[in-house]
Structures are given as structure tokens and as C-alpha cells.
């Protein structure tokens, strides 16, 4: 009974599991967040969110399990064992992204639903090879979601210099939806990579939206404020925080409005009016006058945000700027062809003004 219990739970999780040989991250199409006059802030107006669940109380839970009865640290039956070994063997055979590969991979993945899946998942994250534990990483959410225990062996995966491999093992610690674990996700931000960085900025962004405020998005104000990641990166995850409303990142805006960067300082100063809901107007007003188009269009946005109470103030201030045909060339989006000038960006701001 224990048994078809558990497999039927893997099986009610099954929508969790990645097609075989697909990216570790979603491709939303409103990631990044575009460069907008005006914001929601999600995290501010009672959208509901469920809390991280608590790992070490989950962990503890399982303590007194004998080993027979773990379904984790069980051993694997004769037949699951058999079975997994030809997939292995397969997957092992198979050129990556072959139709060799997905079949092999597309077995892993209908193994991890059996009752004895959690065991199988550890036998393939721990495994040398990456033809194994990358395929085990993206398939092995379905248990994850049942039995977050099996994330402590994806965690060995998170320094590994293969951006697939790292966003795939945090991808899964994520799917966990448990707490502690997260802030080893969040450690691969350290690694230099800004496609690593950029993904973990998107499981950040994911997790804020769907669970209560863990540690995910203080670990990103803890990195800004250590200076990294790449200017674009950088702008990324500001743009994040004033996208979510994320209000305990007040602080680290405020300092980064004054970074020597213009695309940094820009977007500290838009994301910081969404946060608090007001622009510090003796810095609007002086990026107003900035030589740096980046700097303009971002007090814009900020005044369009923080002032949004006062439609003739936002006029007063933004208005010199209609005629600016300075271009804004967004850092997220280097290959736009035909990218907004300040002036635009002025007249979405008094055109947001009239409707709010």
C-alpha cells in the first residue's frame, strides 16, 4: 500500500517533467521584463502565495525511517535495477539531442514516476556522467515535488562550469518548493557566467511570484551590492525587483541609483519608485538633465511611478523632454532595431498619467 501511495503521488506530479532533451529553464515570453512606463507590484497587492516549505522539518520527519522504507535511501529492487541500467546503457550510447537520446531519456522519466523513482533519482543524479545525471536533473521534478530529499543530490551539480548542468540542478532544487535549500541554489550567482546568472534571476523571479518571501530576493540585493554580475545582468535583476515591488530592496536601490553605470543608476532609480511608491526628486531632476539617455529615461519612468498620484507634476517634469530624440538602447534588449527615444518615453509617461 506504502508503495502504490507513493507512485501515485509521482504520478500526480507528473506535468512537472521536462520533455526529454528540453532547455532546464521555461522561455516565458515576458522574460526579460521589458523597459515600461508604469508598474504593477505583484508582491504589494495580496496576490496569493503559498509559504517554502520547511526542509529540515520534512528531513527530520523522515529520520526514523529504517532503510527498507525510505524511499530515498532504499535499495533499489532487482527489476527497477535491471531496467535502469539498460536506460543508463542507452543513454550512454545515445548522440545528445538524437532520437536515441529522447527515447532513452523519455524511459528515465516514466521510471521516476514508479514507486521506487525517488531511489532510482538518486542513483542517476549521483552518477559520473553528465549523459546520465543532466538527463536525471530535468526529469527527476517530478519527485522532487513529493520527496524534496532527493535535491541534496543535485546540489554537487551547482559548481559544475556547464551552464545546462547548473540551471538544471537549481531548477530542481526549485521545483522542491523548500526553503534552506534555495540558498545553495543562489550561491551559482557567484559563478561568472551570465547565462547562469541570468537563470537563476529568472528562478528567482519565478519563486517570489509563487511562494512567500524566502531567500531568494535578498540574496540578490546581497550580490548587487557586491558589485555582480555583468551591467546587463545587473540591470536584469534590478528591473526584477521594481517588477515584483519587492519592497526590502529599498536599500540597495538607493545606493545603486548612485552607480557609475547609467544603465545600473537608470534602472536602480525606475525599480526604487515602484518599491516605495515616490521618486527622490532631487535625483529625478538631476537625471533628467544627464547627459546619458539611459539616465533620463530612467527618472522618467521613476516620476511616471512615484508620481503617479499627480498627472500635472509628471507633466512639469517630464514635458521638457518631448522633443528628445536621444535613442534609449535597453541593455536587455541589445539587438532591438528601432529602440524607444527619450521623448517617447515622455509621452508614455504623461500618457500613463491620464489614466491613473
Not at 549521483?126 to 536533473?137: I, Y
Not at 526604487?272 to 538633465?289: R, Y
Amino acid at each position: 500500500m506504502r508503495q502504490w501511495m507513493q507512485g501515485l503521488g509521482l504520478c500526480a506530479m507528473a506535468l512537472l517533467a521536462l520533455p526529454a532533451g528540453a532547455a532546464p529553464l521555461d522561455d516565458p515570453s515576458a522574460w526579460p521584463p521589458p523597459m515600461v512606463v508604469g508598474l504593477r507590484r505583484p508582491l504589494q497587492g495580496g496576490t496569493p502565495r503559498v509559504p517554502w516549505c520547511d526542509f529540515a522539518a520534512h528531513a527530520k520527519s523522515k529520520a526514523t525511517l529504517k532503510m527498507a522504507q525510505d524511499p530515498v535511501f532504499r535499495p533499489v529492487s532487482e527489476a527497477p535495477k535491471a531496467a535502469y541500467a539498460e536506460v543508463r546503457k542507452a543513454l550512454l550510447a545515445a548522440k545528445p539531442g538524437s532520437p536515441a537520446q529522447t527515447a532513452a531519456e523519455n524511459k528515465l522519466q516514466a521510471m521516476l514516476i514508479e514507486p521506487e523513482g525517488a531511489a532510482l533519482a538518486r542513483l542517476a543524479l549521483t552518477d559520473t556522467d553528465a549523459k546520465v545525471f543532466l538527463p536525471a536533473l530535468r526529469q527527476a521534478r517530478v519527485v522532487a515535488a513529493v520527496e524534496p530529499r532527493i535535491i541534496g543530490f543535485a546540489s554537487q551539480h551547482l559548481k559544475n562550469k556547464d551552464p545546462n548542468v547548473v540551471l538544471a540542478a537549481a531548477t530542481l532544487i526549485f521545483a522542491a518548493g523548500c526553503d534552506s535549500p534555495l540558498d545553495y541554489a543562489m550561491d551559482a550567482l557567484e559563478q561568472d557566467n551570465p547565462v547562469i546568472q541570468k537563470g537563476l534571476l529568472w528562478l528567482a523571479f519565478r519563486g517570489a511570484l509563487d511562494h512567500v518571501d524566502g531567500p531568494t530576493l535578498t540574496r540578490v540585493d546581497d550580490w548587487l551590492d557586491a558589485g555582480g554580475g555583468t551591467v546587463q545582468t545587473r540591470v536584469l535583476a534590478l528591473r526584477m525587483l521594481g517588477s515584483l515591488g519587492w519592497w526590502a530592496s529599498a536599500d540597495t536601490l538607493r545606493r545603486l541609483t548612485g552607480d557609475p553605470d547609467p544603465a545600473v543608476s537608470g534602472e536602480a532609480l525606475a525599480s526604487l519608485a515602484v518599491v516605495v511608491g515616490q521618486v527622490p526628486e532631487d535625483k529625478a531632476k538631476a537625471f533628467l538633465a544627464d547627459p546619458s539617455p539611459l539616465r533620463r529615461a530612467g527618472a522618467i519612468r521613476a516620476i511616471a511611478q512615484g508620481e503617479a498620484m499627480r498627472p500635472d507634476r509628471i507633466k512639469a517634469l517630464v514635458e521638457p523632454l518631448l522633443s528628445d530624440k536621444a535613442p534609449v538602447a535597453d541593455p536587455l534588449f541589445p539587438g532591438q532595431k528601432k529602440p524607444p527615444s527619450v521623448g517617447e518615453l515622455a509621452q508614455r509617461a504623461l500618457d500613463y498619467a491620464e489614466i491613473h
